[in-house]
């Protein structure tokens, strides 16, 4: 095998380290912000029922598999159920997932309110959310870890391992730029009444 070959190689085990890398940040990003969306701001938001699972003929099934969940105002969310027989169920089920919801059957659908957000409880939701943030973070660190040690295992000179350090440095910078860009916005809507 003569140098280039070597060297064309090197360059590709580079390069698929790197984007490697750069994907699992963008999708350690996409579950944080997926995470997020179950904050509730007060405002009604049908992705914060997504955790919610009703015991639906002996097994515990989504709530968006069982019903259409759709906002007629920006303060409510209604569940139309497909099989009306499963209503009580999806009421059980919102009231124990602790959202602090109230579900009201009507016996055609179930229709919540979201309650306006207190001061203590708009800042109690801040400290969750910036919390999620440092797990994105810490997320991003194993990744850039991760990454390193593989860098390191190529048979490689030091000087391109270091190359290759700088690049997913930088792209743990943008990636926690981008986390504190979605955590600002978040905060943003969390305290705007």
């Known amino acids: 095998m003569g140098i280039k ?11 698929s380290i790197i984007n490697e890398v750069n994907e699992k940040m963008k ?3 996409e579950v944080y912000e997926n995470r997020l ?24 099934t989504p709530l968006k598999q069982l019903a259409t969940i759709s906002v007629p105002e920006a303060t409510q969310l209604l569940i139309k159920p497909f099989d009306k027989g499963c209503l009580k169920d999806i009421e ?3 009231f124990e997932s602790n959202l602090g919801y109230t579900p ?3 016996g055609e659908t179930v229709r919540i309110v979201i309650p306006a957000l207190t001061e203590e409880r708009r800042k109690e939701l801040t400290k969750q959310v ?4 440092e797990d994105a973070k810490v997320s991003i660190r194993n990744i850039r870890h991760e990454g390193i040690d593989n860098a390191k295992k190529l048979e490689v000179s030091e000087d ?7 690049e997913i440095q930088d792209l743990v910078n943008s ?3 981008k986390i504190e860009e979605i955590l600002k916005t978040k905060e943003q809507e969390l305290l705007t009444v």
């Open 160 to 166: 391109e391992v270091k190359e290759m350090e700088k």
């Open 92 to 94: 059980r089920a919102i």
């Open 27 to 29: 999708k350690a990003i």
């Open 104 to 106: 009201n059957n009507d």
């Open 130 to 133: 910036k919390a999620m943030s």
């Open 37 to 60: 969306k179950t904050v509730r701001a007060g405002r009604a938001n049908p992705s914060s029922l997504d955790g919610v699972f009703v015991e639906y003929y002996g097994s515990k």
């Open 175 to 177: 990636s926690n730029k």
């Open 5 to 15: 070959s070597v060297t064309r190689r090197n360059e590709k085990m580079n390069e």
